[in-house]
């Protein structure tokens, strides 16, 4: 292995093809701005719609200075055909984050997500998949500075870790979450070209890259099948906006800029939530069980006909009697049909049976006929009778203040306690009035289902998925229904009441039952030393998880200090420390215990961020409640006092594992200041 920076024979020939690559690109960008559209559409709308993917496409050929063109090339040992690499045949390819071509049409730069670019990631000594060298570049502030060389075919090379991966992760950083392309790991890249058939689920611990696996699965699904996710569409959820405001730049940078990003709550934002629930009625109302109240309220509206229906025509009376009605009603129940769909099917169903009377009369009556017998008013009033429209908030506020009409539906599903657990103490008047809570939003998206098909996307990715409760799995599951999805997680992270136990559970109300689960467990974020030391908290937490296995050694990167006195004084002076480092600095502290730490870095004159805030190189401390810390990741953490996380939460296991998503945020370094005993497993 070679790592070399200073400018030798074959880096001015790797910075030669970097010159050319650009050169091509802009050629192609030019290409694209030159186009001239009069010709090919006289329709205004046509023209517009073109224009805009027109500019799109110029926006995806911007050339950005400070992500390289090219991270790697593969040289193989024998020609590859065109099929696989991207239309031009060779034994040497550059890989980069997008595809371009010189003015012949001959790739200089293949997509990573190319067939011929596969081996990149997966090729090893033990097999080389016909690669000769594997090169790696090195960039400084976009200049190409190092190379490193890996001869797969060479038996007497012996193969080793990435100098260069080691140095890309611990470079220290400011701002948003960066994509991974130019060293995502074998068994990630598994993961990420898995197909778009099948539903995935990575359980994973702390920093083993499911974030950024999931980011990278969905841009190579773009790739692999651009024209179907394009009509079906693709969405990221994530737990809460900071979260979703740091990992927001990765797809775009790696050119999908048409993923949309939600958090569950916005996927159900049927009604404003202005109230919360204790943890017993938010644990009911997000059980599995409620569905099956729901649906049965819901049907609870449909009411047997009692009389005959009688329908005026010109001079002629058509009649059908109560009996046959019932039966198209029942059948309708049986075929198990949206409540909505079936109740838009009734007029035509009653129409039918109007029809073949009159056919049985002698008469000959066509569709526009049977039409205008759906519409008759006498019509409409019976199935307004028998099928009244449904509206899904008003049906869930009924459930959740009028006692009586809950019992009837929960019967034999929910018992005594569990009904009065959900019921408001003091029910709202009406549905514009109610204190809605996150659950209740989303029985009321339950019910929206059950009265008309949700829309199903083509792929979702759930990140943080251990935290959602069984009902909203089956609200992400249903914007899945006709698409797959990739489930990421880790149980030992779970820090809701109804977090998940197991994920065949889980994947089972997401209605993926079927999904493979796959296990990460090199760990790229946190060094060995804090992984270690978070690591004793799962016999606790998670036992039969496995630990992660840092890929990084780090000496001197836990500090744990005790201090007597002045607990915020010798925090903000370990921030201070922390400080004179390169890079993102995060104070995470017990929610409880942030206006106090506000304070003191306020009287200290240290400036801070919030966590939604992006950081920049003049503002790189971001003050961070435990409860937002997850999935977040900072170059320096400065830990307050621990116990203080754990006595945050409800009950002692919830809390340990609070503390162990704020034990594992850190990628260079992390410094625990504590003033009261540290929980017994961390206590040396
Ligand atoms: N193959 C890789 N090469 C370089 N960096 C990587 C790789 N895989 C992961 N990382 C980095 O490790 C860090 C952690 O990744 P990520 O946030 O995706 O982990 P996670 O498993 O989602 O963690 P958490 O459970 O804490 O949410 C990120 O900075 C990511 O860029």
């Known amino acids: 292995m070679t790592l070399t920076s200073a400018p030798g024979d074959p880096l001015a020939h790797e910075r030669d093809h ?29 023209a517009a719609v073109l224009q805009g993917q027109i500019d799109e496409r110029i926006k995806a050929l911007a050339d950005l200075a400070h992500t390289p063109l090219f991270f790697g090339r593969l040289d193989f040992l024998h020609t590859v055909g065109a099929e696989s690499a991207e239309g031009g045949e060779g034994s040497s390819f550059y890989i980069g984050r997008r595809h371009v071509h010189d003015a012949d049409g001959d790739p200089m730069v293949i997509d990573w997500r190319a067939p011929v670019s596969q081996p990149f990631y997966r090729a090893s000594k033990k097999d080389p998949l016909d690669v000769a060298l594997r090169r790696r570049f090195g960039y400084t502030g976009g200049e190409l500075t190092a190379y490193e060389d890996e001869h797969l075919s060479d038996p007497a090379e012996a193969s080793q870790v990435s100098a260069l991966l080691q140095r890309e992760i611990e470079r220290p950083r400011v701002g948003p979450m960066r994509d991974i392309v130019a060293t995502i790991q074998p068994e990630q890249d598994e993961i990420v070209r898995s197909g778009l058939g099948g539903t995935v689920c990575v359980q994973g ?40 405001h740091y990992i927001e730049q990765v797809l775009p940078a790696l050119g999908e800029l048409e993923v949309k990003q939600a958090t569950v709550g916005d996927l159900v934002a049927h009604v404003e939530v202005r109230g919360a629930d204790d943890p017993r009625a938010a644990l009911v109302k997000g059980d599995a069980r409620m569905a099956r109240v729901l649906r049965r309220a819901v049907r609870s509206h449909v009411s047997m006909p009692t009389e005959a229906l009688m329908v005026v025509r010109g001079s002629r009376r058509w009649r059908v009697p109560a009996y046959e009605l019932e039966e198209i009603v029942r059948e309708l129940l049986d075929r198990d049909i949206r409540y909505g769909a079936a109740r838009d099917a009734l007029p035509q169903r009653i129409a039918h049976s109007v029809l073949v009377r009159m056919e049985q009369a002698g008469e000959a009556p066509d569709d526009r006929v049977q039409d205008a017998v759906a519409r008759n008013a006498a019509v409409k009033a019976a199935v307004k009778a028998v099928w009244p429209p449904v509206d899904p908030a008003k049906l869930v506020h009924r459930l959740l203040s009028d006692a009586e009409f809950l019992a009837e539906h929960a019967d034999g599903l929910l ?31 339950e019910a929206h289902d059950l009265v008309a098909r949700t829309h199903s996307l083509g792929h979702v990715v759930l990140d943080e998925a251990q935290d959602l409760s069984p009902m909203q799995y089956r609200a992400v599951g249903r914007r899945c229904t006709t698409g797959s999805a990739t489930v990421l997680g880790d149980l030992a992270q779970g820090t809701t009441p109804w977090a998940t136990r197991s994920w065949a559970e889980a994947l089972a109300h997401l209605g993926k039952g079927d999904a493979v689960v796959e296990e990460l467990t090199a760990g790229f974020r946190v060094p060995r030393e804090v992984i270690a030391y978070a690591s004793r908290l799962l ?14 050694e780090a000496p001197g990167s836990l500090v744990v200090r005790r201090v007597a006195d002045d607990l915020a004084g010798a925090v903000v002076q370990a921030c201070v420390e922390s400080l004179a480092h390169e890079g993102s600095i995060g104070l995470i502290a017990a929610d409880a215990r942030i206006p106090v730490l506000a304070e003191a870095l306020d009287a200290a004159g240290v400036p801070y961020l919030d966590p939604g805030a992006e950081t920049t190189w003049d503002a790189r401390l971001t003050l961070v409640p435990a409860s937002l810390a997850k999935g977040l990741e900072y170059d320096y953490v400065v830990l307050d006092e621990p116990s203080a996380v754990v006595d945050g939460e409800p009950d002692e296991r919830t809390g340990l594992r609070r503390l162990y998503v704020a034990l594992t945020r850190a990628v260079s370094g992390l410094v625990v200041v504590h003033g009261a005993e540290l929980p017994g497993q961390l206590a040396a």
């Open 18 to 46: 970097l010159t050319a690559s650009r050169a091509a690109l802009r050629a192609m960008r030019a290409d694209v701005e030159a186009l001239d559209i009069a010709d090919v559409t006289a329709n205004w709308v046509n």
């Open 205 to 244: 611990g702390p920093g083993t890259g499911k974030t950024a696996v999931g980011l990278h699965r969905v841009a190579y699904l773009l790739y692999a099948h651009r024209e179907r996710l394009a009509r079906t569409g693709t969405l990221v959820i994530g737990p809460n906006d900071s979260f979703l």
């Open 415 to 445: 018992d005594a306690d569990e009904q009065k657990a959900v019921l408001w103490a003091k029910p709202a008047r009406s549905v514009r009035s109610a204190k809605w809570s996150a659950a209740d939003a989303v029985l009321i998206d």
């Open 539 to 552: 016999p606790d937490i998670a036992p039969g998880l496995t630990a992660v296995e840092s890929v990084r």
